[in-house]
């Protein structure tokens, strides 16, 4: 019986992110930041110069932080499309769930294949967790799993892309 299959459309989200990364560009090439200190400046509203520093590095670190988990989906979805995935089955064994900054997470590993996913990573595969009424229960669940192996960025690691209850 299947119990998660991923979907391979990008979510709507990823083309918002890029829709505000192309404005981005645009609107540093547009207006330079000269301009934009001079506006800040003949206004009422006022922003100190480490304030103006502060918005662009957090604007900057969001874009590529955005950019990596575009990159992220469109490769796991290449992967799925294209079945270049490793397949998995046997036993569910050291299940562990727990919580950490208000985000639930798992980890498990079937045979010598380890995993851990947690709730709200916006990334296409499985991460619903068991307390947000996930299909993986416990040790001793009979699985078959497609994964695939993501080399880069800050979830890497296995990512569930297909379960099965066997």
């Given amino acids: 019986m299947v119990l998660y299959k991923a979907s391979v459309n990008i979510p709507i989200y990823i083309y918002v992110e890029i829709l505000i990364i192309l404005a981005y560009i645009y609107l540093k090439k547009t207006y330079k930041l000269k301009k934009i200190t001079e506006s800040f400046k003949k206004s009422k ?8 520093v502060f918005i662009i590095i957090f604007s900057s670190i969001m874009i590529v932080m955005s950019i990596e988990v575009i990159f992220e989906n469109i490769y796991v979805a290449n992967l ?3 079945k270049e995935y490793k ?8 299940f562990e769930a727990g919580t950490s900054n208000g985000r639930y997470s798992e980890k498990f590993s079937i045979g010598n294949v380890y995993f851990e996913y947690s709730t709200g990573d916006n990334r296409i595969g499985y991460e619903k967790v068991r307390a947000k009424g996930g299909v993986i229960t416990g040790n001793n669940q009979k699985l078959l799993i497609y994964y695939v192996y993501i080399p880069f ?5 296995n990512r569930i892309i297909y379960i099965e209850q066997i």
Avoid: Y
């Fill in 45 to 52: 509203f006022f922003l100190d110069k480490s304030a103006v």
């Fill in 87 to 94: 397949i998995v089955n046997g036993e569910v064994e050291n």
């Fill in 80 to 82: 799925w499309i294209k």
């Fill in 153 to 157: 960025g800050l979830s890497k690691g």
